[in-house]
Nanobody, 112 residues
Framework: QVQLVESGGGLVQAGGSLRLSCAAS????????MGWYRQAPGKQRELVAS???????NYADSVKGRFTISRDNAKNTVYLQMNSLKPEDTAVYYC??????WGQGTQVTVSS
């Protein structure tokens, strides 16, 4: 019954911005830690950002200062605002809920 659906991926030029959204259902969203992970070709999936039920955030060093994770509990949605995008950010981005549920992923491609 748990479902996470990502949206907002696409192709952008280096230096551009994207906002990813993850709509959650089947969970008590307000009590759930949520996160964004990414996986580039040939690389392991890595944590990009997370946000707890109390609003505490955590970021990978590679995105700190450029990406912002936020949540809207009324909409059961978590967001990832990505600014100053670099080609190295190119990956499939996955929404994670409760540290065990995954979305289908959304492709982010940053051209140089």
């Amino acid at each position: 019954q748990v479902q996470l659906v990502e949206s907002g991926g696409g192709l952008v030029q280096a230096g551009g911005s994207l906002r990813l959204s993850c709509a959650a259902s089947g969970v008590i969203f307000r009590l759930s830690t949520m996160g964004w992970y990414r996986q580039a070709p040939g690389k392991q999936r890595e944590l990009v950002a997370s946000i707890t039920s109390t609003g505490s955030t955590n970021y990978a060093d590679s995105v700190k200062g450029r990406f912002t994770i936020s949540r809207d509990n009324a909409k059961n949605t978590v967001y990832l605002q990505m600014n100053s995008l670099k080609p190295e950010d190119t990956a499939v981005y996955y929404c994670n809920g409760l540290r065990t549920y995954w979305g289908q992923g959304t492709q982010v491609t940053v051209s140089s």
